[in-house]
């Protein structure tokens, strides 16, 4: 590797930090600690030296630093793998994500991060996502506001932490073909919004929330985002005896209404997206599922101007599958974008694991193929690394795995297109809609007297088997 100035590299616990040349890099699985804000300072190398551009390679590869089913120039049904998938890394997951949970303190440092919020780390962090996403061939990222950039002490200091932080990213992004996915604005950590932001019962945390998400609507535009989320995590309650529920909501409703008004004013032309979840960390959030949400928005007059980022993890809590939830907003076209994770299903919270069930990426994928494709949404890896994975190559390769799962699934799902046995089995089952009653039904000709006509005329019938065994065996027959 060339020298590019004074090289700064994390080695692993044994090791010292030193001035970079190839004898001298550790290897790639070798952790962070970064021991004080002058070596980020001084960072002009890489975060990863020792990882090279991820290519394909083909299923017969045991590289793991390789895709062996994601080839992203491949034509599937006419359609380059990569503009099926729109793949996209979570910000917060990956250049966040510490390993700490609920029970237990960080158990990593990444070679970009020295521990502090400051923004000479918030612009290693940028630097590392880039040369993260160059390196991986994702054209796509996510992020919440204070993900990338600090709280200051005001709202104003604040905003211009987030402007610098943003200046770096148009930087880097030139040249190239990346740029955000969506941005959002977190509103459910600061203690501020213990209550929720846009259901908050306090009108001045309404108003610093919606201050909040004019700037990372803002900034999301000037990156050239093309979406832009609303997760309500806060947006709910804990106990109906201290909550207007009616109240709540007819707020929500309208910080939603302004939020669609300023997008417009703005000259945003990014879709705006609601995300369902049913709870954690609120008991009820308000958002509970697709359906809740979907039928929220057409209350409110809402439903013209949002649509729907679905995550598989939040579809499990709220007592679904991830295909019900993703076939019920497919068929109200309000299917926007979605979260490519997973749960456990020996847990009841949200695990946030990477996707790697190829059945369950098979499923997925046959809806976007009905769906015409997910643009101007993508695959969001909204996942993250096990506690226990500490590696900086385990980012690459948990990527890896979930892209090649998702390639495994557009591929195998565009299979059962192409054989058709399986929408065969279900046009045979509903055929009998095909016949002059059926279309009269339809249509709407006939009412409820001439129906039971219909049924006074003909005989009593058993219903033929519904082929269940059939239609798995059929579908499993594909799942390679």
């Known amino acids: 590797m060339a020298m590019k100035g004074l090289m700064f590299i994390a080695v692993s616990i044994s090791c010292i930090l030193c001035a970079c040349s190839e004898d001298l890099i550790a290897d790639m699985t070798c952790r962070a600690n970064l021991e004080n804000d002058r070596i980020i300072q001084e960072w002009k190398g890489e975060f990863f030296p020792n990882i090279s551009y991820i290519r394909y390679e083909g299923p017969t590869s045991r590289n793991p630093l390789a895709f062996k089913w994601y080839n992203a120039e491949e034509e599937i049904l006419g359609k380059k793998m990569k503009d099926w998938l729109r793949f996209s890394v979570a910000f917060w997951h990956t250049f966040r994500g510490d390993g700490t949970d609920i029970f237990g303190s960080p158990t990593k440092r990444w070679p970009w991060d020295d521990g502090t919020d400051s923004l000479t780390t918030a ?23 204070r993900d990338i950039a600090p709280e200051g002490k005001t709202l104003k200091e604040t905003n211009a932490n987030l402007d610098a932080v943003v200046a770096l990213a148009k930087r880097l992004q030139e040249g190239t073909n990346i740029n955000p996915l969506w941005g959002t604005a977190q509103l459910f950590k600061h203690q501020r919004y213990m209550h929720g932001a846009a259901t908050s019962p306090y009108v001045n945390i309404f108003a610093y929330g919606a201050a909040q998400v004019k700037k990372a609507m803002e900034v999301t535009h000037e990156l050239g985002g093309q979406n832009f989320v609303f997760w309500g995590g806060r ?9 207007d529920m009616k109240k709540e909501l007819e707020n929500m409703a309208q910080f939603l209404k302004l939020a669609s008004m300023y997008k417009k004013k703005l000259g945003f032309q990014g879709t705006l997206l609601l995300e369902p979840k049913p709870q954690e960390p609120t008991k009820h959030q308000y958002d509970w599922d697709v359906a809740t949400t979907m039928g929220f928005l057409e209350k409110h007059g809402l439903s013209d101007q949002f649509k729907l980022n679905i995550e598989c993890n939040h579809a499990t809590l709220a007592g679904h599958s991830c295909t019900h939830e993703l076939e019920m907003a497919r068929i109200h076209g309000m299917f926007g974008s979605f979260d490519a994770n997973t749960g456990d299903a020996q847990t009841g919270w949200d695990t946030d694991q990477f996707l790697v069930d190829i059945a369950e990426a098979t499923l997925i ?55 058709g046995a399986l929408q065969s089995l279900v046009d045979r089952r509903y055929s009998s809609f095909d016949s002059p009653l059926g279309k009269a039904i339809k249509d709407g000709s006939i009412g409820f007297e001439e129906l039971e006509q219909a049924a006074l005329n003909s005989e009593d019938q058993v219903p033929p088997s519904g082929k269940q065994e059939l239609a798995e065996m059929i579908f499993y027959s594909f799942v390679q």
């Open 235 to 243: 947006e709910g309650y804990q106990t109906l005896l201290n909550t």
């Open 123 to 145: 612009f290693n962090r940028m630097r590392a996502n880039f040369e993260f996403l160059q390196k991986l061939g994702v054209s796509f990222w996510c992020f919440h506001d």
């Open 365 to 419: 994928m046959l809806t976007v193929i009905k769906n015409g494709g997910i643009s101007p949404g993508g695959f969001n890896f909204d996942a993250k690394l096990r506690r226990e994975s500490v590696d900086v190559e385990d980012l690459f390769i948990a990527h890896i795995a979930g892209m090649d799962t998702m390639a495994r699934g557009l591929r195998n799902a565009a299979r059962i297109v192409q054989d």
